[in-house]
């Protein structure tokens, strides 16, 4: 296991090789055990520092980020940035400068841009895992959903997964459809033509309807949050079409548990609009369980990587 | 440094736009700049400097018509003394500046304290292009007469489309009767939006917003279609697929009085190209899928393009450090474009310096109404020296515009500009 090359960064899923995933994913499963004893913590980054940086208000990231690190006993700042406060004249370089100088080991940053982290990596010494950037990519996401998919799913090559909404402004579908297929599980889509990035990922299906999906059989359906302030009408006519045609219902829910299906969502999310409250409790349902591996997955990528602070 | 004595070139080869041959040859150029002699074995003037060219090739001088100067108001990103710096460490000794600056230059007024400006600080001759619209704004005709009468080569707003077609349609009908050319900035606003790089698989695979090939070709269709109806002259800017090349094809084929032309990066880089959110090959036109750079480069060989202008676009390297997303577009290209169609063209025999000529040389010159230059006697002196054999770093220190970002940055071309001759003026390149 130990003959991997030292990694400094996680920026996307794309540059990974397998034994890496496989090393974070098995390494996730006994720091997801120790959540189970009266003390949860472990010294492995004591003395470290881990800078939270997030430039879009995200509580659920930023909080398991937080946690994450805390359990690995390192000592954590947060650092929000609301997006009105970013004075035009302060630079990325410039904030750079800053971050710098507060010598942290790892920096978790979110940033509304595509490629912030990338530069950011470029000019630190410190590790850098991308926590989301723009419609780019969010790593420890994909991480985390296949961690939850192999726990239900143990012999998970050649098994299925459908993920249903706004594909085309999705970080998180971007990195864990690449994840997913990596690991040899099939990805399909649904979604509105508008939002959906035809032919742009060969490797993925395309689903036009409830219907072709439930044919095929996935063994977990993962519903995208619909960022509702992002639609401007251009995408699709309204709320209620879209919960009409794509959402999780009472009917399709009938459907899902014909076919045992898992359910997923990244969080948080939007009630009424792709999932119903019957829905939010269905049996098979995986979120809370996302949640908690969300933890135990950003322990092991702590863990995992080589920030070049590091002299010992 | 320029200075009044006749210079002798021995040992060159005379490249020109009518043969695909070189002319092994010396050229004589006598102190007030005018070539006085070719041939070989040419004896020297007592007072005569002796310049060997090494089996060089002597190439006339080129011709960019898509020049931002960024002075007067943006003397950070280049000035027009380093940007002729730049011009003469490419080869070129003439250039159309866009009226992009500070303010734009949208009045008679303007256009003669900008050529003001360039008799003062330029080395080399530089042409000032006025705005179709007031202030690039789309909404209002600029001062077309008082540009006109202060020769002005062109009308574009620089970078913008107009957005109203009956403002465009407007604009050609006036320009017609002074008959200045209209170039247009192909784009239509309401499909690129904040895009930032070609859209499909590269963008998606960046999570970047793309822009559409529609939202060029979509311009191109509509600003043929309105020349058509007005009957005006229409130069199209930085051509990027293969399909809007068609649509100036067939424009061409119905008599349209249209012309074109193309940068050197989206002849010889792709999408695919893009790296590491690298922000020195972030362009508007962004760079295309390999396919559509295969199509423009036929077009440039078989003509149905007309022009190669590198829209040398200076920004600090302080601005292009930026998120991909904002970063500005554009790169510095004067200094890079010959040593890049050599490096990548003509070395490798996909054609020659006859075709490079025609299209950033003789070309350029007669789409502004001046004539073409060529090394022959009794013609003033205007070429430069290129050694094949030699090299272009294209690095911080060697780039002369005051703004070194370029998707070249880092490479080292191969062949060299030694030194460019302009009338009675040489300057040798280090």
Redesign the interface.
Do not use: A, N, V
């Given at each position: 296991m130990r003959d991997l090359k030292p990694r400094k960064d996680l920026l996307d899923i794309e540059g990974l090789e397998l034994p890496e995933i496989e090393y974070v994913l098995s390494n996730a499963v006994p720091f997801k055990q120790l959540f189970q004893r009266s003390v949860k913590k472990v010294p492995t980054l004591r003395g470290k520092t881990v800078l939270n940086l997030f430039y879009e208000p995200s509580t659920r990231t930023s909080s398991s980020f937080e946690v994450a690190a805390n359990r690995m006993s390192a000592d954590v700042t947060n650092f929000t940035v609301s997006s009105s406060s970013v004075v035009k004249g302060e630079s990325l370089l410039d904030t750079i400068e800053t971050l710098q100088a507060m010598r942290s080991d790892y920096i978790v940053i979110r940033h509304q841009a595509a490629g912030v982290p990338n530069i950011v990596a470029k000019h630190t010494g410190a590790s850098v895992i991308n926590a989301g950037d723009g419609y780019h990519a969010h790593p420890t996401q994909a991480l985390l959903d296949a961690m939850t998919f192999r726990e239900v799913c143990p012999d998970y090559q050649g098994r299925k997964m459908v993920i249903v909404g706004d594909v085309l402004h999705s970080r998180v579908a971007r990195s864990t459809s690449t994840l997913f297929h990596k690991l040899g599980i099939e990805v399909g889509v649904l979604g509105p033509g508008t939002l959906i990035p035809s032919g742009r990922h060969e490797f993925i299906r395309r689903f036009r309807s409830w219907d072709e999906v439930f044919d095929w059989k996935p063994d977990a359906v993962y519903l995208l949050r619909v960022q509702l302030e992002r639609q401007e009408g251009m995408f699709f006519p309204s709320i209620a079409e879209y919960h009409k045609m794509y959402g999780m219902n009472t009917e399709r829910l009938v459907r899902m548990r014909q076919i045992g299906a898992y359910l997923m969502h990244p969080g948080p999310v939007n009630r009424g609009v792709e999932i119903t409250d019957e829905a939010m409790r269905y049996e098979r349902s995986l979120i809370s369980t996302q949640v908690e591996n969300g933890i135990a997955v950003r322990m092991a990528v702590l863990h995992w990587l080589k920030p070049e602070t590091d002299t010992d | 440094m320029p200075s009044a004595t006749p210079r002798l070139f021995q040992n060159g080869r005379i490249a020109s736009a009518d043969s695909k041959d070189l002319l092994a040859s010396d050229v004589l150029v006598d102190e007030t700049g005018t070539i006085v002699a070719i041939g070989p074995g040419l004896t020297a003037p007592a007072d005569a400097e002796l310049i060997d060219c090494g089996g060089g090739v002597l190439v006339p001088g080129m011709f960019d018509v898509h020049v931002h100067a960024r002075e007067p108001g943006q003397e950070h990103k280049e000035t027009l003394a380093t940007c002729s710096a730049a011009a003469l460490r490419g080869g070129v000794t003439g250039v159309v500046l866009m009226p992009d600056t500070s303010p734009p230059v949208d009045t008679g007024n303007l256009v003669k304290s900008a050529r003001d400006l360039i008799a003062e600080l330029s080395a080399i001759p530089m042409l000032q292009a006025g705005c179709l619209t007031k202030g690039r704004e789309g909404k209002e005709m600029a001062g077309f007469s008082g540009m006109a009468s202060r020769g002005v080569p062109m009308l574009t707003d620089a970078d913008r489309a107009v957005p109203c077609p009956d403002l465009l349609r407007r604009c050609m009908e006036y320009a017609r009767d002074f008959d200045l050319l209209v170039t247009s900035h192909c784009d239509t606003p309401a499909l690129s939006k904040a895009g930032a790089i070609n859209e499909?698989?590269v963008s998606?695979?960046?999570?970047?917003?793309g822009i559409p090939a529609i939202s060029q070709e979509i311009a191109i269709d509509r600003d043929i279609r309105v020349a058509q109806h007005t009957g005006a002259k229409l130069h199209l800017q930085q051509i990027s697929t293969a399909r809007g090349l068609q649509s100036v094809q067939c424009a061409k084929e119905a008599g349209t009085s249209v012309t074109c032309e193309v940068s050197p990066h989206h002849l010889v880089l792709t999408e695919q190209d893009i790296r590491?959110?690298n922000t020195h090959f972030k362009f508007h036109p962004p760079l295309r899928p390999a396919a559509d750079v295969e199509a423009l480069v036929a077009g440039f060989i078989d003509g149905s393009i007309d022009v190669l202008a590198c829209d040398h676009a200076p920004h600090t390297e302080?601005e292009k450090?930026?998120?991909?997303?904002?970063a500005p577009f554009g790169a510095a290209g004067l200094e890079t474009t010959v040593p890049v169609m050599f490096d990548r063209f003509i070395r490798k025999g996909v054609f020659g310096w006859d075709l490079l000529i025609k299209r950033y040389s003789a070309s350029p010159r007669r789409l502004v109404g001046l004539a073409p230059v060529a090394i022959a006697e009794g013609a003033r002196a205007e070429f430069f020296l290129f050694d094949p054999e030699g090299e272009t770093p294209v690095t911080r220190e060697t780039m002369k515009t005051k703004s070194p970002v370029s998707p070249f940055l880092g490479e080292t071309l191969v062949g060299k500009v030694r030194g460019t001759v302009l009338g009675a003026a040489w300057y040798p390149q280090g």
């Open positions: - | 499909g698989r998606y695979r960046f999570g970047l917003p590491d959110y302080f450090s930026s998120e991909f997303g904002s």
